[in-house]
């Protein structure tokens, strides 16, 4: 397995968001919810309207784990959910294959919608995973709480979240670099 990266660059996301929107709303809301969310790819999937409708507070069964993980989404990704699913029956999943009845688009596809809109935007070693190393990293960039970040991602220490969002050791030296009291 290839080694994906989080979107470092604000534009760099901008400008996917702009893609999969032009292309197809359902791809859209996959990314904004994957990189507003930290789920993995399975769990996004695995999403039905019922499970999203006039709510912000979000329960998955991890398909990694098992267990029972809530989520908490914020009011622009609630209102873009809540746009997206009208007229769709409670038990559709969100995002919907043209294949057969009302089942969600693989793993497969999911990582082809993102290679083509990263392949337009210039993106390189992106993948459906990146959508939850991106939500990390700028979690990460935000409020510098890599133990709680550490808690959300199930990890076993600080240095295994650290790496696995991208913070490079070159970050963490500038980090130090540019620190004065």
């Known amino acids: 397995m290839k080694k994906v990266n989080p979107i470092r660059e604000k534009e ?23 990189i507003n969310s930290g789920l993995r790819i399975s769990d996004l999937l ?17 398909k990694k784990t098992g267990k029972l993980k809530p989520f908490t989404i914020n009011e622009i990704v609630e209102r873009q959910l809540n746009d997206y699913i009208i007229g769709m029956n ?52 935000r409020n510098k709480d890599v133990a709680m970040l550490q808690k959300i991602f199930n990890h076993s220490s600080p240095s295994e979240t ?3 969002i991208g913070i490079t050791q070159e970050e963490i030296n500038k980090s130090t670099r540019e620190f004065y009291i």
Do not use: C
Not at 46 to 62: A, F, G, H
Not at 100 to 122: F, M, T
């Open 12 to 34: 760099k996301i901008k400008e996917m968001k702009g893609v999969l929107k032009r292309h197809n709303f359902r791809d859209y809301i996959l990314f904004e919810l994957g």
């Open 46 to 62: 695995k999403i039905k309207v019922k499970d999203v409708k006039n709510t912000y507070e979000i329960t998955v069964r991890e």
């Open 90 to 141: 409670d038990e559709e999943y969100l995002f919907q294959s043209r294949k057969g009845e009302n089942k969600p688009i693989s793993r497969v596809q999911a990582y082809r919608v993102l290679r083509k809109a990263a392949d337009e935007v210039g993106l390189k070693k992106i993948g459906t995973h990146t959508l939850r190393k991106t939500f990390g990293y700028w979690h990460y960039k």
């Open 162 to 164: 650290l790496d696995y």
